[in-house]
């Protein structure tokens, strides 16, 4: 028996920086879920009797891309081990785990959010399979999402998706990710990011060590009080479709996700100077051309350049005219906001 899903990446636009429990969130965040960045991940579960070989609790194996990565697998374990107080069911069976990601694992985009909500999703719907009791799907695999990664809780739903409590956002909580259902502009649902490769290596900081960086960190609680105020302030700017402050905002969250880590012990600068570069020309092209093209960035070097799709020509212009040369083997990937994870 066989279950498919296809789960996609996402992009905070208020950053999750900073977490305590179980993998609950030190302030609320917001992301748009992209597209063309996915994992695909089937789930084969075989009773355990018929396993030849039974080792430790659980008895799993993983391939990427076809190919068995036991780098992996201490991931996975540490995963299925915190789920398994909710899946009961896990260490009766042999799981086969075989994920592919639409882009380079080594891009440096983090494939967190869309393998962890790819592997939930497989894992709930196996559960439904074997008669579990799943009322509200969505917001159980969030849930399950959220304990493998943080990002990925918000990856199980498309477009907005808002994780952590917050007071302006009805249904928000702490332990899974909601959609959000007020009325957004247009041009926020179709938004595009083009994401600039600047370094394809291994992540320099793992999230776990990124996170624990801001345990003990002199401006943690300004920053946790002031992502719960961006939030505030985005969620109108989405309403009334203002570029220019959408902008200001995102920018300004993704510069203070980077001070937070300079001003860290230990202190980590993850931007490259093709970072600076390319950020420096996204804001001589807004001087000189008027249009709202702006950047945001995740803990590491490359850039999401972010724009509505109705420049879409003019924004692809400056790729291939001048960003290209700052990309790592001139590469780069054209997503944009999506709608959601697929059954296949
Ligand atoms: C900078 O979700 O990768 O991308 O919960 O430890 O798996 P873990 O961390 P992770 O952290 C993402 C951090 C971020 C900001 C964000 O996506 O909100």
């Not at 401006?219 to 570029?243: E, F």
């Not at 008027?290 to 950047?295: A, C, D, E, N, Q």
Request: proline share 5%; charged share 20%.
């Amino acid at each position: 028996m066989s279950i498919t899903w296809k789960s996609p990446s996402n992009i905070a636009l208020v950053k999750y920086w900073g977490k305590y429990g179980n993998q609950l969130p030190a302030n609320p965040s917001i992301s748009f879920t992209l597209d063309n960045c996915h994992t695909s991940t089937t789930l084969t579960t075989e009773e355990r009797e018929l396993v030849h070989s039974l080792s430790g609790d659980f008895s799993f194996e993983l391939y990427l891309d076809g190919v068995k990565t036991p780098s992996f697998e201490p991931k996975i374990e540490s995963y299925l081990n915190k789920i398994s107080g909710i899946i009961p069911w896990l260490k009766d069976i042999h799981l086969k785990i075989e994920t592919h990601n639409s882009f380079p694992h080594s891009s440096g985009i983090a494939s967190s959010a869309s393998g962890m909500s790819a592997l939930s999703l497989c894992i709930l719907d196996e559960h439904l399979n074997r008669g579990g009791e799943v009322p509200d799907f969505f917001k159980r695999a969030s849930l399950l999402s959220r304990i493998g990664s943080g990002s990925a809780s918000r990856s199980v739903y498309g477009g907005l998706v808002v994780w952590g409590s917050h007071q302006d956002v009805p249904d928000s909580h702490q332990e899974y990710a909601v959609p959000l259902t007020r009325v957004i502009h247009p041009e926020f649902e179709t938004y595009q990011d083009t994401v600039l490769l600047v370094d394809v290596g291994e992540k320099a900081v793992s999230s776990t060590v990124g996170h624990g960086l801001m345990d003990n960190h002199p401006y943690a609680k300004s920053r946790y009080d002031h992502a719960v105020k961006n939030l505030s302030s985005l969620l109108p700017i989405l309403k009334d479709g203002n570029h220019e402050e959408f902008g200001h905002l995102v920018e300004s969250e993704a510069l203070t996700l980077h001070a937070m880590m300079m001003a860290s012990n230990p202190y980590f600068i993850l931007m490259k100077p093709n970072t600076l570069k390319i950020i420096e020309s996204i804001w001589n092209f807004r001087r000189d051309t008027g249009l709202p093209v702006y950047f945001t960035l995740d803990a590491g070097a490359n850039v999401h350049m972010l724009y509505p799709k109705a420049i879409e020509q003019k924004a692809m212009g400056l790729v291939k005219e001048e960003l290209v040369a700052f990309c790592k083997d001139s590469a780069y990937i054209c997503d944009h906001v999506g709608t959601g994870p697929s059954k296949t």
